[in-house]
């Protein structure tokens, strides 16, 4: 007889195993497959997030963040470090380890919350039935009362690009280099590839940037990603726009990289290149024709807003289905789902997401840009303040940025906020706590902010946004 359970889950990354723990939580008999297997050979939780995606990425950019301090960022504060050295392969192993902390804690959180962790591959069959085919072994048919399926993204490969060995590489690949290349070239210029490409930029690698676009991190507003490009090339990384790449040739354990601009077919000779052009829904054999499961013009998983597939009793969540490839969306649409099944009434406020970049300067949003309400039509209003102006961000000698809010016109509502500056990543959090219970710029303005403190920065600008900054030599006052 077939195994059943209330709740089976397709994917152990940060989508799936949120949903897995909070469904057995709620009182459900809860099953999490999971096909990953680690570069040491072992299956792994936690998928893209934790063994090759945030948190690598975030162990390497503070390791190299530190070490370009210490070469170049102590002399300022008197502190003499002549003899500074990067020890790549300790480096890495201390991401791995910190990789596997991560890994073996989700395991031991499905354990203990007695979730079923089932090594192997998962696809959904019609009626509610997954297959389920260990690493070793025959497959079996489990019944399940619900399916979420949560298997997440993969890099997209560029056919004039394909990844060689250790010199052509996609994200995972580009946190194992074992020495610092000389020359490093990056294809795509969104946020895995300024990531991964300022890692190495500190390390002391020429970095040259290559993207298609003209438009610089079109997602952005605009004022923000301008800020972050002169950042980014002060710290001498080339990103060059409008750029296409048409080839790669391995010449002399080099990377040749074939691509055109305005001025016609270029080339550039490299030691390693990262291809960061973006991630794709994986569906590869997750669900059979009969299972009732379609995809969107797109190729994600169709669901609606609460991520429910067209089959009774079958979601999907994460990188899988529409909306900004996050981790943190992916969890909160599996606990989401996992309530949902369980009965409960909740949602999920897509308005409020917060999105960062962990380059230097931090850039992080939540809200719309100001070229989307402007497209929109609706009267706004906008605020900025300089983290130049701030005493916090002149102790830590971190002046770059700013903060800038958009407020509706006429009912002040914040509608998005815009940092681009030091501790971006956490300052942002208070917008979004901000704009989930609806503030307006006034309430923030009257709120009491510790000083000295770089959310000081935040505060100033919703003053701005009625003139009223105090740390301003703005002398006119609107109101
Ligand atoms: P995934 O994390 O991709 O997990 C899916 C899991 O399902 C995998 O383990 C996969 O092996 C498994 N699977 C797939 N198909 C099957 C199947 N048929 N049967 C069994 N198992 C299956 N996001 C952030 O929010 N912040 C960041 O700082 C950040 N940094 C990133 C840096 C890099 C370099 C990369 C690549 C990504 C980064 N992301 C970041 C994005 C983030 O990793 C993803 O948004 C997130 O992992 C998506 O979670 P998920 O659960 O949908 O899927
Ligand atoms: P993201 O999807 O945000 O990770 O960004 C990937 C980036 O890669 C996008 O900005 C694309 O424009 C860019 N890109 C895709 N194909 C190419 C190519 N052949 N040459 C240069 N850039 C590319």
């Known amino acids: ?21 909070k469904a057995a939580q709620l009182g459900m008999k809860t099953a999490c497959i999971d096909m990953y297997i680690n570069k040491d050979g072992n299956p792994a939780l936690g998928g893209t997030c ?18 370009h301090e210490a070469k170049e960022g102590f002399a300022i504060h008197g502190i003499e470090a002549k003899t500074v050295k990067m020890n790549v392969p300790e480096m890495i192993k201390r ?12 395991a031991m959180l ?26 070793e072994g025959d497959a079996e048919t489990l019944d399940a009362g619900n399916v979420i399926l949560a298997a997440g993204s993969e890099p997209i490969s560029l056919p004039m690009a394909p990844l060689h060995e250790d010199m052509v590489v996609a994200n995972a690949g580009a946190l194992e280099f074992t020495e610092v290349p000389k020359k490093l070239g990056v294809i795509g210029a969104g946020i895995i590839g300024l990531e991964l490409g300022s890692v190495w930029s500190r390390l002391g690698s020429e970095v040259v940037v290559i993207e298609a676009m003209d438009n610089f991190l079109p997602m952005v507003d605009r004022q923000v990603g301008k800020e972050l490009l002169k950042n980014l090339k002060a710290q001498n990384i080339d990103v060059q726009l409008s750029a296409r790449v048409t080839g790669t040739k391995i010449e002399k354990n080099k990377v040749k990289v074939e691509y055109s601009n305005a001025d016609g077919d270029q080339s550039l000779v490299v030691d390693k290149l990262i291809v960061a052009v973006g991630r794709r829904p994986y569906t590869e054999d997750l669900f059979s024709a009969d299972s009732g499961v379609n995809l969107d013009e797109r190729g994600f998983i169709f669901v609606n807003h609460s991520c429910a597939t067209e089959v009774p009793g079958v979601y999907a969540i994460g990188d899988i289905v529409r909306g900004p490839a996050l981790a943190h969306k992916a969890t909160e649409e599996g606990v989401m789902v996992a309530e949902i099944i369980a009965g409960h009434h909740t ?5 409020c997401i917060p999105s960062v970049i962990y380059t230097h300067p931090e850039v992080a949003w939540v809200g719309v840009t100001e070229e989307q309400i402007k497209s929109s039509g609706d009267a706004y209003k906008t605020g900025t303040f300089a983290f130049m102006a701030n005493g916090r961000a002149a102790a830590a000698n971190e002046t770059a940025g700013f903060v800038k809010v958009i407020a509706d016109e006429e009912t002040d509502r914040v509608l998005g906020v815009h940092i681009v500056g030091p501790q971006a990543s956490e300052i942002i959090m208070q917008a979004v706590i901000a704009m989930e219970f609806g503030a307006s710029t006034e309430d923030l303005q009257m709120m009491v902010f510790a000083h000295p403190g770089l959310s000081e920065v935040l505060h100033e600008a919703c003053l701005d946004v009625d003139g009223k900054a105090i740390h301003s030599a703005k002398r006119k006052r609107k109101k």
Not at 50 to 60: D, Q
Not at 347 to 351: T, V
Request: proline share 4%.
């Open 110 to 135: 499905l354990k203990a919350n007695g979730v079923d962790w089932l090594q192997g591959r998962g696809k959904l069959l019609s009626g509610k039935q997954v297959e389920f085919t260990p690493h």
């Open 50 to 67: 934790a063994n090759v995606g945030c948190i690598p990425s975030k162990a390497l950019l503070d390791s190299s963040w530190k070490y």
């Open 1 to 21: 007889m077939a195994k059943s359970y209330d709740v089976v889950v397709i994917g152990g990354g940060p989508g799936g195993y949120a949903a897995a723990i």
């Open 95 to 106: 991401k791995d380890g910190i990789v596997k902390k991560q890994t073996d804690g989700v």
């Open 347 to 351: 949602a999920i406020n897509y308005d």
